[in-house]
């Protein structure tokens, strides 16, 4: 063979292994870039902000933080007309700076509660299994200061429709039964200056667009297909006694 088709051939064997060894290590960046980008993924769940609501009685006053009473169950609904919440005074002051993860690892932290004692807290009030929620004519989630033959526990929120329990001083862990993540967290807010609450966004696992998929119709009826309209301006907190036409207890 001639020397300048020898040196040809020598020319396109290194080229052909430079490729090679270049697509290779193309491919390894990209592998680990999909690391990365995984592993950014599942790293943690941050906060999402909505618009600011002022959290009101149910006679369109302010509600202050020291008004609202210990140990009772408040019901409101944020960050959308359709999606109900609860507020609760517990009465001490909660954690703070909890670890928490949703049932897709997401991991991120509860801050706890916020007021002079640190003992407001707001949690949706869709389970976190089935989607029970409160409704106009029936409420299987509540919660309960007081221990039952069902929930041996007290002080926690629970549903009576698989015995999910989640604990509010904690970031709404998941204290027994198949719910696999912690109720939402509702970001309050509060003004010292006025005594004021402000609810401002969520953390932790939503559930709101399989909850919409779910009771389209039935929220539909409820709020006037007002449903998936943010709940700006204000939201009114009023017992969960005066929403609900019946509370079950399922003790």
Known sequence: MADGACAGLRRHEMQRRGFLIGCAAAAATDGAALVQAAEAAIAGATPRAYPRARLVGPDGRALKAGDVPVR????????????????????????????LSTSRRERYTWEGGVGPQRSIVAFSAICAHRLSYPTRDISFISYRDETSPVSRRGQVIHCCSEHSQYDPADGA????????????AILLEHDPATDG????????????????????????????????????????????????RQLMRCS
């Open 197 to 244: 609450l402000f609810a401002t966004g969520t953390l932790g696992g939503e559930m709101f667009d399989e909850f919409f998929s779910r009771f389209e119709l039935k929220l539909s009826l409820e709020h006037g297909g007002r449903a998936r309209e943010a709940a700006a301006g204000t939201a009114v907190v009023q017992p969960i006694e005066a929403y609900c």
């Open 72 to 99: 009772r169950n408040l019901l409101f609904h944020y960050p959308y007309v359709g999606t109900p919440a609860f507020l609760l005074n517990l009465g001490r002051p909660t954690r703070r700076e909890v670890a």
């Open 173 to 184: 862990r998941v204290l027994a039964g198949p719910a696999t993540q912690p109720l939402a």
